[in-house]
């Protein structure tokens, strides 16, 4: 008869913590934030783009003039090639190789300077986001937000409000 009491107890005692966890599992937020949406839609990102073109469009027009310059170039040596002297040839095709190499590298480093750059600029707009993140989960009391997910229900994803909310703060705040 204890052991059925016992038994009987335990089964009571675990019943009523199940239903408890059960409970609490119903009060338990969870939200989503898509950040590529948040780089693409928000006010902060397109800054950071449109900032980004105006800092490095001198040097783009600069890489594409002389890509241009190079590309007549190469034609012209190879319409003319035939009827050059040997000597003037090999001079004419090492100058043109010289010519591209120096390209290509003005080219790589243009490309890295502009990706260290993006990199920078997408680091700021991230760091604004998580703070407003952070924000609309403490205001809307969710217990967690994720940033990656393999799939979310489309009812946790608060992508939206944290857009609107991100652009909120940047037009309170005055531009740099």
């Known amino acids: 008869m204890k052991n059925f009491l016992r038994q009987f107890g335990s089964g009571i005692l675990f019943g009523a913590i199940l239903l408890s966890a059960h409970a609490q599992a ?10 590529d949406r ?28 002389a890509g241009a310059v190079l590309k007549t170039a190469s034609d012209k040596f190879e319409r003319e090639a035939s009827t050059l002297a040997e000597s003037q040839r090999a001079s004419r095709q090492k100058q043109l190789v010289e010519q591209d190499r120096d390209f290509q590298r003005k080219r790589r480093e243009f490309q890295e300077d502009l990706n260290s750059r993006k990199n920078e600029e997408l680091q700021q707009v991230l760091e604004k986001a998580n703070k407003v993140i952070k924000q609309v989960a403490e205001t809307e009391k969710y217990d967690a937000v994720l940033q990656e997910a393999v799939y979310i229900n489309p009812k946790y994803d608060i992508t939206d409000k944290v857009i609107k909310a991100l652009n909120a703060v940047g037009t309170a705040t005055p531009a740099k």
């Open 26 to 35: 119903d009060e338990f937020r969870v939200g989503f934030v898509n950040t």
């Open 38 to 65: 948040i780089f693409r839609e928000s006010a902060a990102a397109k800054a950071a783009q449109s900032k980004l073109e105006q800092e490095f469009a001198k040097r783009e027009k600069e890489l594409s003039d």
